[in-house]
């Protein structure tokens, strides 16, 4: 069974030479776009463009533990067919991962990624004022964060890439940790790397618990803050939906519900669908559709006017 909380405020006002390799559904897939790079790696996004877009972009962040793991596009593209079906163009956004990499570098990255499509927004078909983004558990923290504190980038950088903005229209995320504060030191709770039984969602990746060191956690603790969602909540944030079940024994339900009353305090337009029963991941058919439905229709109305 779902529940669904809504609050609503007032309204508040390249491409590199990447060829798309095959197409399904009327889909093409243009895979591995390179839009950055760091300690001698490419950072990558595949870019799923339906036969007929809408013009709005979301941003998947692949990020299961703050590990972010390559898929053949052709695999990847069920996760986002409901998302395609109604004409958004998908970018499946890969990031540093742990071990090497922690959650500020993470989220370093995804930004980067974002002010990468708005700079490169007409040559991939969309609107750079119409983006979502979204995904789970790790993934929906990077995606509050997106949501959440966002600039307009520096105008002295000599990176091009970094004087354009980083704001984005609407948030979707998944069974989010809010609150890093107090987790920025190695945990038996999150693995440091991918354990074989994890499994996708809706493009994303999800972990279960495990019992290895997560060193992604592992950073200064004064920059805790700067990664907590909570911490960046105000009133000129984009509408943002939280979807989480509250049998979440991984990532606490509690994650969802205040930042859901947090944004409510602030006069966010946000909502909070209660997957009743539901633990880390959503690992029932029922469990995903419910999410997944409730993801395309907060884009569609918050994009596209629908």
Same mark, same amino acid.
């Given at each position: 069974m779902t529940r669904f909380v809504r609050a609503t405020a007032l309204p508040l006002m390249?491409?590199?030479? %990447?060829?798309?390799?095959?197409?399904?559904?009327?889909?093409?897939?243009?895979?591995?776009?390179? *839009?950055?790079?760091?300690?001698?790696?490419?950072?990558?996004?595949d870019v799923f463009t339906p036969a007929q877009p809408n013009g709005a972009g979301i941003l998947n962040m692949v990020s299961g533990g703050w590990f972010s793991?390559?898929?053949?596009?052709?695999? %990847?593209?069920?996760? *986002?067919?409901? +998302?395609?079906?109604?004409?958004?163009?998908?970018?499946? #956004?890969?990031?540093?991962?742990? /071990?090497?990499?922690?959650?500020? $570098?993470? *989220?370093?990255?995804?930004?980067?990624?974002?002010?990468?499509?708005?700079?490169? %927004?007409?040559?991939?078909? #969309?609107?750079?004022?119409?983006?979502?983004?979204?995904?789970?558990?790790?993934?929906?923290? +990077?995606?509050?964060?997106?949501?959440?504190?966002?600039?307009?980038?520096? /105008?002295?950088?000599?990176? $091009?890439? +970094?004087?354009?903005?980083?704001?984005?229209a609407a948030v979707v995320a998944f069974f989010p940790p809010v609150d890093l504060r107090r987790r920025a030191t190695p945990s038996q709770r999150f693995p440091a790397r991918l354990p074989d039984q994890a499994i996708s969602f809706a493009g994303g990746l999800v972990l279960p618990t495990a019992s290895e060191q997560f060193v992604a956690l592992d950073f200064e603790e004064e920059l805790g803050a700067s990664v907590s969602p909570i911490v960046h909540v105000s009133a000129d944030d984009p509408p943002t939906l939280l979807i989480h079940g509250d049998a979440d024994t991984l990532v606490d339900f509690n994650n969802s519900e205040i930042m859901h009353a947090a944004l409510v305090?602030?006069?966010?337009?946000?909502? +909070?669908?209660?997957?009743?029963?539901?633990?880390?991941?959503?690992?029932?058919?029922?469990?995903?559709?419910?999410?997944?439905?409730?993801?395309?229709?907060?884009?569609?109305?918050?994009?596209?006017?629908?």
């Open positions: 390249l491409f590199c030479l %990447a060829v798309p390799l095959h197409a399904q559904s009327g889909v093409s897939v243009t895979p591995d776009v390179v *839009y950055g790079h760091k300690a001698g790696m490419a950072l990558t996004f793991q390559w898929r053949a596009p052709e695999q %990847a593209q069920a996760g *986002y067919q409901a +998302l395609l079906d109604e004409g958004f163009t998908v970018f499946a #956004i890969r990031h540093g991962s742990a /071990p090497r990499f922690d959650v500020p $570098e993470a *989220y370093a990255d995804v930004t980067r990624a974002v002010r990468y499509v708005r700079l490169h %927004a007409r040559d991939l078909g #969309i609107d750079p004022e119409r983006l979502g983004v979204y995904g789970g558990s790790a993934g929906g923290q +990077l995606s509050l964060m997106l949501g959440l504190a966002p600039d307009e980038g520096d /105008p002295e950088a000599t990176d $091009e890439v +970094l004087r354009v903005s980083s704001h984005v305090a602030s006069g966010v337009e946000t909502g +909070l669908v209660v997957i009743e029963g539901a633990g880390h991941g959503f690992r029932t058919a029922e469990d995903q559709a419910q999410a997944s439905n409730a993801l395309v229709g907060w884009f569609e109305e918050h994009l596209t006017g629908h």
